[in-house]
């Protein structure tokens, strides 16, 4: 059955759809010997695609979740010789990070193959809520101000924890740095950074460096995306 050319690459593990895109815009994707257009259609158990001229197949759908340290960064490759987190998963499917954590940040990070689920969890309009424990350098007194960052208004649900240092904020913002540069804003500076969830996903049955396959039930709540 055809489909549209960026969702077989998704499903295919290459990247996400808006990354696909990219990739058949500069011409690195043909079809049957042809360089592709963007809007083209195909049929992956028919045509021969390829990208960057290996032949590409349909893998099976794998979904693992990470509990990253600090220290890590979160990238599939890095060339200035700083630990990755694919040094912590070991994995023979070709899955990559939906999403980033900064290098001092730690917490949930979900990779997969499956480029349609990572488009949704990072694409705004689909408006994934992110939920993080915060650790600030100084005492929060809750505020009624609108908080703008870089000239977006950010919406943010903030409550209190047991340690009057720390917070829970929940946003459904994926801007780079976005809950430092939150804070940052209102004058506070973000001394540890956590992510909990995404989506439905949870950080929970896996230890801090470790990772594991998602169970049945917790892949049907992200399916459901």
């Not at 592709?36 to 158990?45: C, F, I, N, V």
């Not at 350098?137 to 340690?163: D, H, L, T």
Request: charged residues 30%.
């Amino acid at each position: 059955m055809k489909q549209r050319l960026q969702k077989i690459l998704a499903q295919a593990g290459i990247a996400s759809r808006r990354k696909s895109e990219e990739l058949i815009a500069k011409g690195r994707v043909t079809v049957n010997g042809l360089i592709a257009s963007l809007g083209q259609s195909a049929d992956p158990e028919k045509d021969i695609i390829k990208v960057n001229e290996r032949q590409i197949t349909l893998e099976k759908k794998v979904y693992i979740k990470l509990y990253k340290p600090a220290g890590f960064v979160s990238t599939v490759e890095e060339s200035h010789g700083m630990p990755t987190i694919m040094d912590l998963v070991k994995s023979s499917y070709k899955i990559f990070p939906v999403g980033r954590l900064d290098k001092d940040t730690e917490g949930l990070m979900l990779l997969t193959n499956d480029g349609e689920l990572a488009n949704k969890i990072m694409h705004p309009r689909y408006g994934i809520e992110k939920e993080y424990i915060v650790r600030l350098n100084k005492i929060f007194q809750p505020i009624k101000k609108k908080v703008v960052v870089e000239g977006k208004e950010v919406n943010a649900k903030i409550s209190p924890r047991e340690n009057p240092y720390e917070l829970l904020i929940k946003i459904k913002e994926g801007r780079k740095h976005i809950v430092k540069k939150y804070f940052e804003q209102i004058g506070y500076k973000v001394c540890y950074l956590k992510r909990i969830s995404i989506g439905p996903l949870v950080l929970s049955g896996v230890k801090k460096g470790t990772w594991g396959y998602l169970t049945s039930k917790e892949k049907q709540l992200l399916l459901k995306l």
